[in-house]
């Protein structure tokens, strides 16, 4: 029998073994429809372009839907794994480009709330994506439930989506201000969604960035900005990521420009990243 500290310290010592970590991003938005599965799915596409692995977890706790934007029907879910009915193999769906596609449904609430009998179970299954990703992108749904705030707090980086639109950028500077406390060293990054100007991009970013100096005392990162583009649309009905349908969409070419920015972070930085294992044990120690 493991207690939770003795799983713990076990991750811990085998972080130290010498292997590649997976980078953990998770993506989030103070209000929900601001485009953050767009985003998700088309970044993940656009990192492959750079030859990265990705594999997207659908942490989406209202809406889950990344396996319908690729076109694709989740018959499995993380809960499957939890119950230990399914391994991390089985569940596991294959997208475009061999991006991998874990479906969450309600089994993420579960993952983030860790029962101590299944904890070696789960993270030996999860543990295995070290090996098949680079990077490890969660869709996290909107807003401040605790599942999302404790994803938030556990990843390498937050990638945080608004729109220029009042009631968005209030609801992302209220989750910045719920960050600011309780994911304190996590970098967060700025994509400014569905704008019509650079300009529009950069005056909305300052107004945030205004408010978290001046009210946070912190600091705040601008990743890029996505066009408004009907493109996005089309794609969403065809069921296909905008960057397969779309490659020369306006929308696409902003997503590849900040796939470039979001790889080059990680290489000028040279980051110690957690991998799976840093990430659940900082999910697991925030209980
Ligand atoms: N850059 C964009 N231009 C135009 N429409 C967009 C753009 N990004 C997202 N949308 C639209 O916004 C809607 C919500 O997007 P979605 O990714 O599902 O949001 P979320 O995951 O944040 O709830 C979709 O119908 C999508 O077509
Ligand atoms: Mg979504």
């Not at 009042?166 to 970098?187: C, F, N, Q």
């Amino acid at each position: 029998m493991h207690d939770q500290a003795s799983v713990l310290r076990d991750l811990a010592s085998r972080e130290n073994h010498k292997q590649a970590k997976m980078r953990v991003i998770a993506v989030t938005s103070g209000k929900g429809g601001v485009g953050k599965t767009s985003f998700t799915i088309n970044l993940a596409l656009a990192l492959t372009e750079y030859g990265q692995r990705v594999i997207i977890l659908d942490g989406d706790l209202g809406l889950a839907n990344v396996d319908i934007a690729f076109g694709l029907t989740a018959r499995y879910t993380i809960e499957h794994l939890l119950s230990g009915e399914k391994t991390i193999e089985q569940i596991l769906l294959t997208g475009p480009r061999g991006i991998g596609i874990i479906p969450g449904g309600s089994g993420v609430q579960g993952l983030a709330n860790l029962e101590r009998d299944k904890l070696k179970n789960v993270i030996a299954n999860l543990g295995r994506l070290e090996k098949m990703a680079d990077v490890l992108i969660i869709d996290t749904g909107a807003g401040l439930g605790h599942t999302v705030i404790n994803f938030l707090q556990a990843a390498d980086d937050i990638i945080m989506v608004t729109t220029p639109e009042p009631t968005a950028l209030t609801d992302a500077y209220g989750l910045l201000k719920s960050l600011r406390i309780e994911a304190g060293e996590v970098p967060i990054h700025m994509v400014i969604n569905r704008v019509r100007s650079e300009e529009d991009a950069q005056a909305t970013f300052k107004r945030l960035e205004t408010a978290v100096q001046r009210f946070l005392k912190g600091s705040l990162s601008f990743l890029g900005w996505v066009y408004d583009d009907t493109l996005v649309g089309r794609s969403v009905m065809l069921q296909e990521p905008l960057g397969i349908s779309f490659p020369d969409s306006s929308a696409y070419r902003c997503i590849q420009w900040i796939a470039g920015k979001v790889v080059g972070i990680n290489l000028t930085q040279q980051r110690q990243v957690g991998g799976v294992r840093g990430f659940l044990s900082k999910l697991l120690r925030s209980f």
